[in-house]
């Protein structure tokens, strides 16, 4: 891949230096001034990085590319260089953030994987790649393509390693981003680092999932500080997976239960699907869940007036049509 002398002394700066962050900027501003001067050793080293990023098939994204994205380049420490694989044209694509921690409950993974996928119509959702809600936004979003994952390590490394697979599918049909050098592992203060890139990025972001500390707290704390729009899932009163939630709509953000409440604030109309066939036992069980919220399959059984093997096989069928989905111990809620 052909870069500018510009983009290739930023490259070098950002990764064959040991300098800090505004030391770096110095440099590079003090270069567009006075002209880019490449000596010997810079040229040599940055043609083995970039040798190495064609030889795997990443591409570097510069501050002086004609693709990097102008809301990341206005936050506080932008990212000199991305290293990216995959469609680097989703880049230039409107985008909104999904993420959630680790630990979101099943039913909120569901509705996270249901909005996902509806504003992948409209948006490139970006997200991390850990358990939870980030995992729930990329099963949501995978099949359209439009999709990016910032990543807290290298783009050979792989956090957490159970997501290789995940990482891959990810790189087939939308896009991965670091800041690192290929090589560097995750640490503590990366994943805040590229909490600032996520919220970056992206014109809103969707919380589905937050303790009241918790990093994805501070994606949407970033998010606030620059000036995106935030929406949060509600949560019921004690729910420990939610507190940060709530208390994100209670200083503003946008209470969201569906993909309408978002796309309806960018001004797009949610486009009409074709209504799903139930069978009479799956529109019982249905309906007893949309009304209580979260029941046991045999709770289930005992108000709609089935056998219980009747409405566990209406359970599993409607989670298959992505409607109900289990809260475990054999708990289950509506979608």
Not at 1 to 24: G, S
Not at 93 to 105: A, E, H, L
Request: with cysteine; aromatic share 8%.
């Amino acid at each position: 891949m052909n870069y500018t002398e510009e983009e290739r002394a930023i490259v070098y700066l950002n990764f064959c230096t040991q300098l800090d962050y505004r030391e770096k900027v110095a440099l590079l501003r003090k270069s567009v001034k006075e002209g880019f001067i490449e000596s010997k050793q810079q040229k040599e080293e940055t043609d083995k990085l970039v040798a190495l990023l064609d030889s795997k098939n990443y591409f570097a994204v510069t501050l002086a590319s004609s693709d990097y994205p102008e809301a990341l380049k206005a936050i506080d420490e932008a990212p000199l260089v991305l290293l990216g694989a995959g469609n680097r044209e989703l880049l230039s694509k409107r985008k909104f953030c999904i993420v959630g921690s680790r630990k979101t409950p099943s039913w909120a993974e569901g509705v996270a994987r249901r909005i996902s996928e509806e504003l992948s119509e409209r948006f490139a959702i970006v997200t991390g790649l850990a358990e939870g809600g980030d995992r729930a936004a990329i099963e949501g979003a995978l099949k359209s393509g439009n999709l990016i994952s910032v990543l807290p390590c290298g783009l050979d490394e792989c956090y957490p390693a159970s997501h290789f697979s995940l990482k891959e599918k990810i790189r087939e049909s939308g896009l991965l981003l670091s800041e690192y050098p290929l090589k560097e592992k995750a640490r503590t203060y990366s994943f805040h680092a590229r909490n600032r890139i996520l919220a970056g990025l992206s014109e809103g972001v969707l919380i589905v999932s937050a303790g009241e500390r918790s990093g994805t707290s501070i994606t949407a704390g970033k998010a606030l500080d620059y000036g995106r729009d935030v929406f949060a899932l509600p949560y019921n009163v004690g729910v420990t997976q939610g507190a940060g939630c709530n208390a994100l709509i209670k200083k503003g953000a946008s209470l969201v239960t569906d993909s309408e409440d978002i796309l309806s604030f960018y001004g797009f109309e949610k486009r009409a699907k074709a209504q799903v066939k139930l069978s009479e036992e799956e529109q019982k069980v249905l309906e007893v869940l949309q009304e209580a919220g979260e029941l046991h399959t045999a709770v289930i059984a005992e108000r709609t007036g089935l056998k219980i093997y009747e409405a566990t096989a209406a359970l599993s069928s409607l989670e298959m049509k992505n409607l109900a989905v289990k809260a475990g111990g054999n708990r289950y809620s509506a979608l």
